[in-house]
């Protein structure tokens, strides 16, 4: 599944996206917070809307990223164990 | 709407609070909380500080005054008792506009009417915060989780604000900072101005998310 960035913000969509709370290849629960953008005087948590393998980070931490654009892929055929 | 005045408290221990109340709210526990607070005298770093958040770190060593970093957005600011801090845990998730910038345009609005109930003439500007006669007198830094605010606004009312002229806050370097007993020329009384700000808050939420779930806020 791809990680977008949704609207979050209607003034400006641009953000900085600070932080992955996971690495590539680690499993993620659906709910679990996945990843962190700043945005207009706000810190927004995004939540991983799956469950499964954390296959590609697209954005780096301190990267500009505007809404709508891929930030992730989720593998939901994943397990936990690989 | 349920309000919580912690007193001047430790930063983190007013983060902590605010975590459990943000984490109650997202289970459904709780309605909507207003806490307030003051600070003992901080530095607290935001999301977004970096090396342009200048700070004079001699001045706030010698002073034995922490920097720490703070789970917000925004930058550097400073708090110190006699400062207001307003920290609504609000699921605006639940309510019509999803939208951080309009619920900072909310919060920014009570602010300044809230100083306006206590003679301050303030007005939010195209600059984030809230402002009075050009100068910064409020500060925002929110924080969301699955669309549950944490951390808000800080409001110079008692405080000293010399030690905002050993820092760029919120980044920013061209900006003066002021108080409302600088501009009042006394000190006016915190509790009145915490139960004002209480009160505005929930005024303005009606106006601003009329139709919008303010049903889920409980009154009393």
Not at chain 2, 2 to 27: C, K, M, P, S
Not at chain 2, 49 to 70: C, Q, T, V
Not at chain 2, 124 to 152: C, L, P
Request: charged letters at 25%; glycine letters at 10%.
């Amino acid at each position: 599944m791809e990680i977008k960035l949704p609207g979050i913000s209607g003034r400006n969509g641009d953000a900085i996206l600070t932080s992955w709370y996971f690495s590539e290849s680690e499993f993620v629960s659906e709910g679990e917070n996945l990843v962190e953008v700043v945005t207009d005087k706000a810190a927004f948590d995004i939540q991983s809307p799956c469950s499964g393998v954390l296959e590609r980070i697209c954005k780096k931490e301190g990267e500009k990223i505007s809404v709508n654009d891929l930030l992730a892929e989720i593998n939901e055929n994943g397990s936990r164990n690989g | 709407m349920d309000v919580n005045d912690l007193g001047t408290v430790d930063y983190r221990e007013a983060v902590d609070v605010q975590h459990f109340f943000r984490d109650q709210r997202i289970e459904g526990k709780i309605e909507d909380t207003l806490i307030v607070a003051e600070h003992y005298p901080v530095v607290t770093l935001g999301r977004t500080s970096g090396e342009d958040s200048i700070i004079d770190a001699a001045y706030f060593e010698d002073l034995g005054i922490e920097i720490i970093p703070a789970g917000r957005g925004g930058k550097n600011t400073y708090h110190a008792p006699g400062q207001v801090l307003l920290y609504p845990v609000i699921d605006i998730g639940a309510k019509k506009r999803k939208d951080i910038s309009y619920y900072i345009d909310f919060l920014e609005t009570t602010v300044a009417r809230s100083l306006g109930r206590i003679g301050v003439a303030a007005e939010r500007t195209g600059r984030r915060g809230v402002w009075s006669g050009g100068r910064k007198i409020a500060f925002i830094g929110i924080a969301v989780r699955k669309w549950v605010t944490f951390h808000g606004a800080s409001i110079n009312i008692n405080n000293g604000i010399e030690a905002f002229g050993h820092m760029a806050p919120c980044g920013e370097t061209d900006i003066t900072v002021t108080s409302a007993k600088e501009i009042l020329g006394y000190e006016p009384d915190m509790n009145e101005f915490k139960a004002i700000l209480a009160d505005q808050f929930e005024m303005d939420m009606k106006e601003y998310y009329r139709g919008a779930g303010e049903e889920k806020i409980k009154v009393g």
